[in-house]
Protein backbone atom coordinates (compact mmCIF):
# COMPACT_ATOMS: atom_id res chain seq x y z
CA UNK A 1 0.00 0.00 0.00
CA UNK A 2 1.45 3.09 -0.69
CA UNK A 3 2.44 5.70 1.99
CA UNK A 4 0.35 8.23 2.94
CA UNK A 5 2.40 11.18 2.15
CA UNK A 6 2.54 9.70 -1.56
CA UNK A 7 -1.07 9.80 -2.00
CA UNK A 8 -3.00 11.67 -4.85
CA UNK A 9 -4.79 13.70 -3.29
CA UNK A 10 -8.77 15.52 -4.48
CA UNK A 11 -9.91 18.23 -2.61
CA UNK A 12 -13.92 18.22 -2.43
CA UNK A 13 -16.23 21.10 -1.49
CA UNK A 14 -19.80 19.84 0.29
CA UNK A 15 -21.80 23.26 -0.52
CA UNK A 16 -26.01 23.92 0.07
CA UNK A 17 -28.69 25.42 2.06
CA UNK A 18 -28.73 25.28 5.88
CA UNK A 19 -30.48 22.34 7.04
CA UNK A 20 -30.28 20.19 3.63
CA UNK A 21 -28.43 17.64 5.22
CA UNK A 22 -24.59 17.90 4.45
CA UNK A 23 -22.94 17.40 7.47
CA UNK A 24 -25.11 14.44 8.01
CA UNK A 25 -24.13 12.67 4.59
CA UNK A 26 -20.36 13.18 5.77
CA UNK A 27 -20.38 11.81 8.73
CA UNK A 28 -22.23 8.92 7.28
CA UNK A 29 -19.73 8.40 4.50
CA UNK A 30 -16.76 9.21 7.21
CA UNK A 31 -17.79 7.37 10.19
CA UNK A 32 -20.70 5.26 9.12
CA UNK A 33 -23.02 6.78 12.14
CA UNK A 34 -26.22 9.53 11.55
CA UNK A 35 -26.47 12.69 12.83
CA UNK A 36 -29.85 14.34 12.21
CA UNK A 37 -28.34 18.07 12.42
CA UNK A 38 -31.44 19.17 14.10
CA UNK A 39 -30.14 20.96 16.96
CA UNK A 40 -26.34 22.11 15.46
CA UNK A 41 -25.53 24.31 11.70
CA UNK A 42 -22.47 24.45 10.66
CA UNK A 43 -20.41 27.18 11.40
CA UNK A 44 -18.05 28.28 8.88
CA UNK A 45 -16.33 24.67 7.70
CA UNK A 46 -15.92 21.17 9.14
CA UNK A 47 -13.10 19.05 7.58
CA UNK A 48 -12.84 15.18 7.05
CA UNK A 49 -10.57 12.99 5.48
CA UNK A 50 -10.84 9.47 3.99
CA UNK A 51 -8.89 7.08 1.89
CA UNK A 52 -10.80 6.01 -1.37
CA UNK A 53 -9.26 3.55 -4.21
CA UNK A 54 -10.41 3.88 -7.70
CA UNK A 55 -10.11 0.77 -9.88
CA UNK A 56 -6.89 -0.08 -7.57
CA UNK A 57 -5.52 3.55 -7.44
CA UNK A 58 -6.01 4.94 -3.68
CA UNK A 59 -6.57 8.48 -3.65
CA UNK A 60 -6.71 10.79 -0.31
CA UNK A 61 -9.89 12.59 -0.24
CA UNK A 62 -9.77 16.04 1.96
CA UNK A 63 -13.67 16.76 2.43
CA UNK A 64 -14.84 20.27 3.46
CA UNK A 65 -18.09 21.05 4.92
CA UNK A 66 -19.05 24.76 4.17
CA UNK A 67 -21.89 26.64 5.91
CA UNK A 68 -25.19 27.25 3.95
CA UNK A 69 -26.01 30.45 6.02
CA UNK A 70 -25.52 33.61 3.98
CA UNK A 71 -23.33 35.05 6.84
CA UNK A 72 -20.69 32.60 5.96
CA UNK A 73 -20.61 32.42 2.37
CA UNK A 74 -17.57 34.72 1.45
CA UNK A 75 -15.96 32.88 4.47
CA UNK A 76 -16.57 29.51 2.02
CA UNK A 77 -15.87 30.81 -0.99
CA UNK A 78 -12.23 31.24 -0.20
CA UNK A 79 -12.32 26.84 -0.13
CA UNK A 80 -13.48 26.97 -3.90
CA UNK A 81 -9.38 26.90 -4.37
CA UNK A 82 -8.18 23.74 -5.40
CA UNK A 83 -10.94 22.00 -5.26
CA UNK A 84 -11.24 19.22 -7.82
CA UNK A 85 -15.09 18.36 -7.05
CA UNK A 86 -18.01 20.10 -5.68
CA UNK A 87 -21.39 18.02 -4.16
CA UNK A 88 -24.21 20.33 -4.20
CA UNK A 89 -26.91 19.05 -1.58
CA UNK A 90 -30.76 20.12 -1.48
CA UNK A 91 -33.71 18.43 0.73
CA UNK A 92 -35.97 16.97 -1.21
CA UNK A 93 -38.83 17.75 1.49
CA UNK A 94 -38.20 21.38 1.04
CA UNK A 95 -39.23 22.91 -2.14
CA UNK A 96 -37.16 26.13 -0.88
CA UNK A 97 -34.09 23.99 -0.64
CA UNK A 98 -34.63 22.94 -4.23
CA UNK A 99 -35.41 26.00 -5.22
CA UNK A 100 -32.21 27.65 -3.95
CA UNK A 101 -30.24 25.81 -5.85
CA UNK A 102 -29.68 27.76 -8.97
CA UNK A 103 -27.98 30.26 -6.73
CA UNK A 104 -25.50 27.78 -5.74
CA UNK A 105 -24.72 26.45 -8.73
CA UNK A 106 -24.26 30.08 -9.94
CA UNK A 107 -21.47 30.61 -6.78
CA UNK A 108 -20.04 27.34 -7.93
CA UNK A 109 -19.11 28.58 -11.86
CA UNK A 110 -17.98 32.01 -10.64
CA UNK A 111 -15.56 30.48 -7.79
CA UNK A 112 -14.51 26.84 -8.90
CA UNK A 113 -11.40 25.92 -10.69
CA UNK A 114 -11.36 25.32 -14.09
CA UNK A 115 -12.72 21.43 -15.13
CA UNK A 116 -13.75 21.03 -11.44
CA UNK A 117 -16.72 18.73 -11.30
CA UNK A 118 -20.01 19.39 -10.17
CA UNK A 119 -22.18 16.03 -8.69
CA UNK A 120 -25.90 16.89 -7.30
CA UNK A 121 -27.12 15.12 -4.40
CA UNK A 122 -31.04 14.97 -2.92
CA UNK A 123 -30.57 14.63 0.74
CA UNK A 124 -32.93 13.28 3.51
CA UNK A 125 -34.13 10.55 0.96
CA UNK A 126 -35.65 8.56 3.78
CA UNK A 127 -38.16 11.21 4.69
CA UNK A 128 -40.10 10.32 2.08
CA UNK A 129 -39.77 6.82 1.97
CA UNK A 130 -42.54 4.09 3.85
CA UNK A 131 -46.44 4.72 4.30
CA UNK A 132 -47.09 8.45 3.82
CA UNK A 133 -43.30 8.99 3.01
CA UNK A 134 -44.58 10.31 -0.89
CA UNK A 135 -47.05 13.55 0.72
CA UNK A 136 -43.59 14.70 2.46
CA UNK A 137 -41.77 14.78 -1.36
CA UNK A 138 -40.97 18.12 -2.90
CA UNK A 139 -39.34 17.65 -5.43
CA UNK A 140 -39.62 14.65 -7.54
CA UNK A 141 -36.32 12.49 -8.37
CA UNK A 142 -37.04 13.53 -12.15
CA UNK A 143 -36.61 17.16 -11.59
CA UNK A 144 -33.67 16.50 -9.88
CA UNK A 145 -32.22 14.48 -12.62
CA UNK A 146 -33.10 16.93 -14.97
CA UNK A 147 -31.26 20.00 -13.22
CA UNK A 148 -27.75 17.96 -12.76
CA UNK A 149 -27.91 17.63 -16.66
CA UNK A 150 -29.15 20.87 -16.96
CA UNK A 151 -25.71 22.13 -15.32
CA UNK A 152 -23.54 19.48 -16.46
CA UNK A 153 -22.78 17.63 -13.66
CA UNK A 154 -20.87 14.19 -13.37
CA UNK A 155 -23.95 13.10 -11.63
CA UNK A 156 -27.08 12.79 -9.53
CA UNK A 157 -28.24 10.97 -6.86
CA UNK A 158 -30.85 10.74 -4.14
CA UNK A 159 -29.63 10.05 -0.74
CA UNK A 160 -30.08 9.44 3.43
CA UNK A 161 -28.14 10.08 5.41
CA UNK A 162 -30.16 8.19 8.48
CA UNK A 163 -30.32 4.83 6.50
CA UNK A 164 -26.77 5.27 4.41
CA UNK A 165 -28.95 4.89 0.90
CA UNK A 166 -27.05 6.25 -1.84
CA UNK A 167 -24.29 8.00 0.30
CA UNK A 168 -21.49 5.83 -0.85
CA UNK A 169 -22.45 5.51 -4.03
CA UNK A 170 -22.68 9.21 -4.74
CA UNK A 171 -19.28 10.12 -3.28
CA UNK A 172 -17.67 7.10 -5.51
CA UNK A 173 -19.24 8.67 -8.33
CA UNK A 174 -18.08 11.94 -7.93
CA UNK A 175 -14.85 10.42 -7.11
CA UNK A 176 -14.44 9.00 -10.14
CA UNK A 177 -15.81 11.60 -12.38
CA UNK A 178 -12.76 13.74 -11.20
CA UNK A 179 -10.23 11.25 -11.79
CA UNK A 180 -11.36 10.55 -15.52
CA UNK A 181 -9.78 14.08 -15.60
CA UNK A 182 -5.88 13.45 -14.66
CA UNK A 183 -5.09 17.13 -14.85
CA UNK A 184 -7.58 17.48 -11.56
CA UNK A 185 -5.54 14.88 -9.01
CA UNK A 186 -2.66 16.75 -7.17
CA UNK A 187 -0.20 14.67 -5.21
CA UNK A 188 0.14 14.74 -1.40
CA UNK A 189 -1.03 14.65 2.10
CA UNK A 190 -1.51 12.30 4.86
CA UNK A 191 -4.41 9.72 5.33
CA UNK A 192 -5.38 6.84 7.04
CA UNK A 193 -8.27 4.27 5.92
CA UNK A 194 -8.91 2.76 2.33
CA UNK A 195 -13.57 2.45 0.58
CA UNK A 196 -15.12 -0.61 -2.29
CA UNK A 197 -17.95 1.15 -4.01
CA UNK A 198 -18.26 0.31 -7.56
CA UNK A 199 -15.04 0.81 -8.97
CA UNK A 200 -14.17 2.03 -5.84
CA UNK A 201 -12.84 0.38 -2.91
CA UNK A 202 -13.45 1.24 0.91
CA UNK A 203 -11.93 -0.42 4.02
CA UNK A 204 -11.49 1.94 6.71
CA UNK A 205 -12.21 5.51 7.21
CA UNK A 206 -9.41 7.99 8.34
CA UNK A 207 -11.34 11.41 9.18
CA UNK A 208 -10.57 14.12 11.04
CA UNK A 209 -12.67 16.94 11.98
Known sequence: MASDESLPTLKILMIGPSGSGKSALLIRYCDNQFDNES????????????????HGQPYRLNLLDTAGQERFRTLSTSYYRGAAGIILVYDISSRESFNS????????????????????VGGKLDKVQGAGGEAKRKVSEEEGRRLAERWGTVGFMECSAKTGEGVKAAFAECVEGIVKDGGLVAAGGRGRGTVSVAGAEEVDSGCAC
Open 39 to 54: STATIGVDFKLKRLSV
Open 101 to 120: MERWFEECESNMMEGAKMYL
